[in-house]
């Protein structure tokens, strides 16, 4: 019995120390280990995928919603310019520009209106079957082929009075045009005026001066009065 004893004694020293044996060859040699370190692997053994290396924060400032800066060197831009600089033809302001008033070509200047009548004035008269002397005919012309039947003037400081006159185988409407192209000249423009017997009248004006000019129809023509008052100039 005590033989039996030592026997299974024997055998189960046996089996620890084989485990142990076992266990120690299982374990990594260091050759195996530092190998693996180094990063080298034998040549059946499959090679491992390389840890990417973790990335630095980064110290540069937040990137903004606008668009980026011209990295294009432009008129404007120098070396202090910083990413919020804007780029040059951006305008980026919110004042309100006002409109541009469009303004029409100057016109060359245009020479002055003569007067009707300047100083001195001619003295009181009247003639028959002609012009009276001092009588201004360049202002108030004669109808071509009219008659002067009577015309007179009369002067008062400075105010002068003009009565004419005439028969002409012209009509009516002729008479009434030639005189407002001839008083248009000195800034006098017609208006209607009143009239009696069948007549037809215009009156011109211009600062303090008048003339009236009234005609009507004869049987071989027309007749027309004359009457002007004026205020001298000069």
Known sequence: MKQRTLIVAGLAAAAVIAAGAFTLTQLPTPAATDASRSGSASPT?????A???PTAPSTSAPST???APSSTAGPGSGAGAGPDTPSAGKRYSTEVLPPVEKTSPALPPSDPLPVPVSAPLPRTASATGGLV???PEKVLPITPGARVKTSSVASQGS??????TATTPSGVTDILAFYRTALAKYGMYDTPAPAQGGATALRFDRDGSSVTVTAAPTEDGSTYVIFGTFTAKG
């Open 133 to 135: 002397s001092g009588y």
């Open 65 to 67: 919603s606008g668009p």
């Open 45 to 49: 053994a499959r090679p491992h995928a």
């Open 159 to 164: 105010r002068l009075q003009v009565t004419m």
């Open 51 to 53: 840890t990417p290396a």
